[in-house]
């Protein structure tokens, strides 16, 4: 089995800065592309940056400039610096992987860590 652990939610002010984390581990071959996605409530799950295992990395539009994904492909870990907070980054933060075990490829999703922006 494969486990997704994500850290370093919180409150912050507008303006501020956050560093998420997210650590797979288990029974891992390798793992593809990686990824953080947000979710308001109701309101549908939103990719928000994602890295390749080369480290190619894709951001939405609205996170561009302000928000770096990195990842540790010898720990595999993923993280995602949020700087210059705005009230609508608020939203629970969930980590993605793709992890290859064996001859298959699988999708696996962290619990969520929610960011709150708010003054």
């Known amino acids: 089995q494969v486990q997704l652990v994500e850290s370093g939610g919180g409150l912050v002010q507008p303006g501020g800065s956050l560093r998420l984390s997210c650590a797979a581990s288990?029974?891992?071959?390798?793992?593809?592309?990686m990824g953080w996605y947000r979710q308001d409530p109701g309101k549908q799950r939103e990719l928000v940056a994602s890295?390749?295992?080369?480290?190619?990395?894709k951001y939405a539009d609205s996170v561009k400039g302000r928000f770096t994904i990195s990842r540790d492909n010898a720990k595999n870990t993923v993280f995602l610096q949020m700087n210059s907070l705005k009230p609508e980054d608020t939203a629970a933060y969930y980590c993605?992987?793709?992890?290859?075990?064996?001859?298959?490829?699988?999708?696996?999703w962290g619990q969520g860590t929610q960011v709150t922006v708010s003054s």
């Open positions: 890295i390749t295992s080369s480290g190619s990395a």
């Open positions: 288990g029974s891992i071959f390798s793992i593809n592309a």
């Open positions: 993605n992987a793709e992890v290859v075990r064996g001859i298959v490829t699988w999708a696996y």
